[in-house]
């Protein structure tokens, strides 16, 4: 299968998320919550259109893509859940590598907040991606979705009521 940057964001989420992407269920976020996603990638940095190249390579779709310097720039509404688009990115950065391109860096980008973080991939990384993917396809291809998770960030999720509908 292929794995893509959202199973990897979801995987460091919420295993039931994970799941529950894999096999096409999904709810609308609200329309102002799509609407300001998509305003933000046309208005955010109207000039990258030019200057900035789309990929997608072994299932994974990089929006903004820089050839020349090798820096993905990933574009982000808030900082809320940081450590699943740092997830995301690395995986980007290690498919990238994987395919040849030389130490790629990536670029977290919050216009909102005026903030961007760097983000590289360290041996570590390099060394714990497989396993990640490998819990991944192990997680979706179960026959049952996993537990519900009951933390705080379920509230944001667009998940919430289908998970805890009638608790
Ligand atoms: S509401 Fe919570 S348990 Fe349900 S999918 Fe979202 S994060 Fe997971």
């Not at 192990?138 to 509908?165: D, H, M, W």
């Given at each position: 299968?292929?794995?893509?940057?959202?199973?990897?964001?979801?995987?460091?989420?919420?295993?039931?998320?994970?799941?529950?992407?894999?096999?096409?269920?999904?709810?609308?976020q609200t329309?102002?919550?799509?609407?300001?996603?998509?305003?933000?990638?046309?208005?955010?940095?109207?000039?990258?259109?030019?200057?900035?190249?789309?990929?997608?390579?072994?299932?994974?779709?990089?929006?903004?893509?820089?050839?020349?310097?090798?820096?993905?720039?990933?574009?982000?509404?808030?900082?809320?859940?940081?450590?699943?688009?740092?997830a995301q990115?690395?995986?980007?950065?290690?498919?990238?590598?994987?395919?040849?391109?030389?130490?790629?860096?990536?670029?977290?980008?919050?216009?909102?907040?005026?903030?961007?973080?760097?983000?590289?991939?360290?041996?570590?990384?390099?060394?714990?991606?497989?396993?990640?993917?490998?819990?991944?396809?192990?997680?979706?291809?179960?026959?049952?979705?996993?537990?519900?998770?009951?933390?705080?960030?379920?509230?944001?999720?667009?998940?919430?009521?289908?998970?805890?509908?009638?608790?």
């Amino acid at each position: 299968m292929h794995i893509t940057g959202k199973h990897i964001n979801y995987y460091h989420i919420c295993h039931r998320k994970l799941w529950l992407f894999h096999h096409g269920i999904s709810f609308q976020q609200t329309h102002e919550n799509v609407a300001d996603g998509s305003l933000l990638h046309q208005t955010a940095y109207p000039q990258r259109a030019a200057r900035y190249r789309e990929i997608q390579i072994d299932g994974i779709k990089i929006d903004f893509y820089d050839p020349q310097d090798r820096v993905i720039h990933e574009i982000k509404r808030s900082d809320k859940l940081e450590h699943a688009s740092v997830a995301q990115l690395q995986y980007y950065l290690c498919v990238l590598e994987r395919h040849g391109v030389p130490e790629p860096t990536g670029l977290l980008e919050y216009p909102k907040l005026r903030q961007t973080q760097t983000v590289a991939l360290t041996d570590a990384d390099r060394a714990a991606i497989p396993q990640w993917e490998t819990d991944v396809e192990r997680i979706v291809t179960a026959a049952g979705c996993p537990p519900v998770i009951n933390k705080p960030l379920c509230k944001q999720c667009s998940y919430y009521e289908f998970c805890y509908v009638g608790e």
